[in-house]
Structure formats: C-alpha cells, structure tokens
C-alpha cells in the first residue's frame, strides 16, 4: 500500500453547474461520505480525526462505517506515541511522563484520559501495588499480588482479571510465573487476550484469557530444556507470537499463540546473550526484526528471512554508531545504552549514567528504522524501566459488527 495520499476528488460538473442554476452555495454538508473521507484522510493525525468524527453523528457514521478508510488512516498516520509509564516504585502507581507536543489535538487527548490511574481499584483505601507487565493497543496490563487489570486511559476502562491458578496444575517446586502479554484488535477493541506464560524445571506452558467466554485456557506443558533458564519478564510479542529468550542460550523460544505451538529460534552470534541490550519487535511492514546495542554505542538490525534452503535465518541490514547522535541529545553525557522496545519500524532506547556528583540520569529516546533518526523523548533522575504508551482507536470510531458478542469494556464516565 502507497503512502502517498490520493488526489483531492474532483467536484462533478453536473452538481456545480446544478447549483449555479439554483443559486445555492454548497456547503460542506452537500459532500457525500467518498469526498468526507478524502477529507479525513489529510488530517494529520489519530487525535484529529477523533475530533472531527465527532462533529456530528453524520461524520462519525462516515469513519464508523468504512472498515478500507480506517486502513488506508492507519497506514498514512500511524498512532501518534503519547508518552512513557514509568516505574517509579514498587509500593507506588506507574508514573506517566507525557511528551510535550504543541499539537492541540494530541495535547486534548492528554487532557481527557486517565493517566494517572485514578480509576484502578485500592483496597481500605489504599494502593495495592499494581505493576505494569505489558502496553500496547491503547491497553496497560498491570498485575498485584492477587490479579491483572486492563485499564484504557482514554476511555478510562477498567477490566479486573483474575489470576490463572490452574495454571500451576502438574508443576514442581519450580514453577515460577514467567511474564504476561496483551493482545487486542484494532477492529474489534471490545476484546481482549492476555497471555501467561510460566515455566518449571525444563518445561513451559502457556494460558490465554478471553474476554469473550471470561476464563482461562490452560495449554499443555512443552520440554524445552535448559534447565529452567528462561529469562524472567523477557518475553516480546510480535505478530500474535511470543518469543522469549534463555539465559547465556544463543537462541528463544517461540509460542504461536493461535496454535501454541512451541519452536527453538536461534539468536544473531554478535549478540551477548547475558545482557540485556537486545530485543526483538517488528519492522513497519511487519517483518520480525532483532534489535541489539553494543557496548561501543553500534546499534545493529537483523531482520528474519530464509536460505536457498528455506532455513529460516538472520539477514544483517543495518550498523548504525550511535555515540555522536546520542552525545548530543544528552549534551556530552554518556553511559549505559539498552534497547527497550521494538515496536512498528520504531526502536525505543534507554541511556542511564552516573553525573559526578552521584545523581543517576536517565534518557528515553526513539529511533526509526526507517530514517534512522533519533528522538529524545524524556530524561530525568529515574530508572530505565519504560513503557511507550502509543494512542490507540477509540472504539466509537469503529463499527462494531457483531462479531464480538462477549464482555464488553465500558468506560467508567
């Protein structure tokens, strides 16, 4: 699909010299919904269009009723990344730290969301140590001693989930729960998957809530030896897969969460497998990529292909030094570089450092892998634990067909 937007719609001759005739001044509310949405599609951005659709009921049926116009607006304007949940502390809510846009419609965005997560449930009034364990789709899942919760800040949903207990059926004194991961639809928001997968000895196995029948499916265990040597919260969702990598194993795992199957994926030999300064996400088309920095500040991409044999393998496509870049952005400050995220054609960065007087720095940044540009996004005295929160459909702008006939999020106000 072109990234280049269409042509503007020629007004019909017909209809101009109509109105001529009658003497009447067409309006905007004489465009039928093609041209309403050639329209749309030049705003310059997901906030703005929001905007715009709620105008009238008219406008909105127009973006509601076009599953293609929705397409062809997410390929032309990706979401726009709103900001970064921080963990401050583990007694403490995560931490929003909000990018300062001069976009009007991002910054109302902003202003109309939960961000704070007011709306996460305490208990004899007080907080109850919610954790974030994932971000993507406009979610947050965050997870205590007791349960999960999917909370929407900008419909300031809330869903409480229970813990999978029967997960632990058939384990040792090894078991330990190992990460969890969100899963939605951008076509149907109305439902949502977790993923849990935990691990004993030298076997995994995984669990997937919907939110449609409200309960857990419990999957096989699977031998994948090593020795229970799975990293903890390592896992990376790409393309309904999780991949998770072991400790000082040159390879991961891949769990195919439609068919929960589970198979070995070797890792790039440049990569050091007892750091964590690597990650896999996905280009913008899709593709899996790997992404790893060195301790010399060369950031380098793999992306996952094939031999002449049909063996799957890692193609090099790019060695970027980073240290000019980054010296810059930090004015002269450098120190520990880590690959936080891949995410849609967008690498997210951490540089953390000591200052001479003790005071420990930290920088967020984003890299495209397309331009290969880099982009300060936040900085200040915290940890390097971040997750991008990137704006996400809101669900008045999507028909809902039917096809979801389960639970339901509803916004609290």
């Given at each position: 699909m072109g990234s280049q937007l269409p042509p503007p719609p020629a007004a019909s001759t017909a209809t101009t010299h109509a109105a001529a005739a009658d003497g009447m001044t067409t309006t905007i509310s004489s465009l039928?919904?093609?041209?309403?949405?050639?329209?749309?599609?030049?705003?310059?951005?997901?906030?703005?269009?929001?905007?715009?659709?709620l105008t009238c009921r008219s406008w909105l049926g127009a973006v509601r009723s076009s599953r293609p116009?929705?397409?062809?607006?997410?390929?032309?304007?990706?979401?726009?990344?709103?900001?970064?949940?921080?963990?401050?502390?583990?007694?403490?809510?995560?931490?929003?730290?909000?990018?300062?846009?001069?976009?009007?419609?991002?910054?109302?965005?902003?202003?109309?969301?939960?961000?704070?997560?007011?709306?996460?449930?305490?208990?004899?009034?007080?907080?109850?140590?919610?954790g974030i364990v994932d971000c993507r789709d406009g979610y947050i899942l965050l997870r205590n001693m007791f349960s999960l919760a999917a909370v929407n800040p900008m419909t300031w949903a809330v869903d409480i989930i229970p813990m999978p207990d029967d997960v632990r059926a058939g384990s040792g004194l090894s078991f330990g729960f190992l990460g969890f991961h969100l899963m939605s639809s951008e076509e149907n928001p109305w439902s949502l998957r977790v993923v849990c997968v935990c691990a004993d000895v030298s076997r995994v196995r995984a669990a997937v809530?919907?939110?449609?029948?409200?309960?857990?499916?419990?999957?096989?265990?699977?031998?994948?030896g090593g020795d229970n040597s799975l990293k903890y919260n390592a896992g990376m969702l790409v393309d309904g897969s999780v991949y998770?990598?072991?400790?000082?194993?040159?390879?991961?795992?891949?769990?195919?969460?439609?068919?929960?199957?589970?198979?070995?994926?070797?890792?790039?030999?440049?990569?050091?497998?007892?750091?964590?300064?690597?990650?896999?996400?996905?280009?913008?088309?899709?593709?899996?990529?790997?992404?790893?920095?060195?301790?010399?500040?060369?950031?380098?991409?793999?992306?996952?292909?094939?031999?002449?044999?049909?063996?799957?393998?890692?193609v090099p496509q790019n060695i970027l030094s980073l240290s000019a870049e980054i010296g810059r952005v930090t004015r002269g400050w450098l120190g520990h570089l880590r690959v936080v995220q891949v995410r849609s054609g967008y690498v997210y960065l951490s540089m953390k450092c000591i200052t001479p007087v003790g005071i420990l720095r930290c920088w967020?940044?984003?890299?495209?892998?397309?331009?290969?540009?880099?982009?300060?996004?936040?900085?200040?005295?915290?940890?390097?634990?971040?997750?991008?929160?990137?704006?996400a459909w809101p669900p008045c702008l999507i028909g809902h067909d039917g096809s979801s006939t389960g639970h339901e999020v509803e916004a609290s106000h």
């Open positions: 039928g919904q093609d041209q309403l949405l050639e329209i749309f599609l030049r705003l310059p951005n997901l906030p703005a269009l929001v905007r715009a659709a116009f929705r397409r062809l607006f997410r390929a032309l304007h990706p979401a726009p990344l709103l900001g970064l949940f921080l963990e401050v502390d583990e007694d403490a809510a995560p931490s929003f730290a909000p990018l300062r846009r001069t976009d009007p419609d991002v910054a109302a965005a902003l202003r109309c969301g939960d961000f704070f997560l007011t709306s996460l449930p305490v208990q004899d009034g007080a907080y109850t140590g919610w809530f919907s939110s449609e029948t409200w309960d857990w499916a419990i999957h096989p265990w699977v031998e994948i998770w990598p072991f400790h000082g194993e040159h390879r991961m795992i891949r769990i195919n969460t439609a068919t929960m199957e589970v198979i070995n994926v070797d890792l790039p030999l440049q990569v050091d497998v007892e750091s964590c300064n690597y990650n896999a996400g996905e280009t913008r088309d899709g593709q899996l990529c790997i992404v790893y920095a060195a301790d010399d500040f060369h950031l380098h991409v793999w992306i996952r292909g094939v031999d002449g044999d049909g063996i799957g393998i890692w967020f940044l984003s890299l495209s892998l397309e331009t290969m540009k880099i982009e300060s996004l936040i900085h200040g005295t915290f940890g390097d634990s971040a997750y991008p929160y990137i704006m």
